[in-house]
């Protein structure tokens, strides 16, 4: 009974040890693949790519981006801009992959 209850407070220990690991990853989502990648779309890309995906001014549309690029292809230029006024760095980590995915996906 006693050892009983020991090992479950140790257990729970050991859980929350593993926990509060070194991954600091503040802020949205917890979950891998738990990404809404057409909210990141609309909160980053839309003003310049439109709500869908139509293109606005000198942004292209990309509702058929994934019959022209490959998911790494679209992944590098999220990451890195391009020179024609796309700008890097605007979202990262799980939101990017996601992103990239899901643009790959639209043909
Ligand atoms: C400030 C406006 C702006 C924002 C915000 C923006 N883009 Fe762009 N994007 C552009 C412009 C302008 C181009 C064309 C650049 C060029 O051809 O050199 C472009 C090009 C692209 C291309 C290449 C399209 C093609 O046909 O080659 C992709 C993919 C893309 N953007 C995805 C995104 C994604 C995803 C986001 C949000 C994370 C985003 N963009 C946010 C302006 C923007």
């Known amino acids: 009974m006693k ?7 140790f257990g729970a220990t050991l859980v929350l040890g593993a926990c509060g690991g070194d ?8 979950t891998a693949g738990g990404v809404d990648a057409d ?4 909160a980053n890309c839309a003003t310049c790519h439109g709500g869908n995906l139509e293109g606005r001014g000198n ?3 990309l ?8 998911e790494s292809e679209i992944h590098e230029i999220i990451e890195k801009g391009l020179p024609g006024g796309m700008p890097a ?3 990262q ?11 790959s996906e639209k043909k």
């Open 63 to 70: 509702a058929n981006i994934g019959s022209e690029l490959s």
């Open 89 to 91: 760095n605007l979202i």
């Open 3 to 9: 050892s009983k209850l020991l090992a479950v407070v």
């Open 39 to 42: 909210k990141v779309y609309q």
């Open 23 to 30: 991954k600091t990853d503040s802020g949205s989502g917890d």
């Open 93 to 103: 980590g799980e939101d990017l992959d996601a992103v990239a995915k899901w643009l």
């Open 59 to 61: 942004a292209p549309a």
